[in-house]
């Protein structure tokens, strides 16, 4: 029961965080940048998805390879040594799995 009511307040507090794709990566994610300053990491996602976007919508000058380089070296400039030692290797990790998986079905979108 604890179980449930933890998961239910932690995806109600995770509304609004821009990190992950989707209800269950976002918590993941959330959970890993916990201890770290959220806040500055939640601009470093924004700003990818945003690069993200305008390419995807064909309005950015960005390539995809570009925005995760750019992401990378936005978690790498805070201060936070847990989100340079923990969270920018973990999250690194996860866009290079969803870049090879979409490499792999040819649908980087």
Known sequence: MRTIFFLAILLAYVHG??????????AIAWIIAAPADTA??????????????????????????????????????????????VVKPLYSAAISLNSLWKRIFRNPC
Not at 17 to 26: L, P
Not at 52 to 63: A, E, H, L, V
């Open 40 to 85: 500055s990491i939640n601009k470093c996602c924004e700003a990818h998805d945003r690069n993200y976007d305008n390419f995807c919508n064909g309005i950015g000058s960005i390539s995809l390879q570009t925005a995760d380089f750019l992401f990378r070296k936005c978690l790498e400039n805070t201060k936070s040594k847990w989100t340079r030692f």
């Open 17 to 26: 965080w821009s990190c992950g794709e989707g209800k269950f990566t976002e």
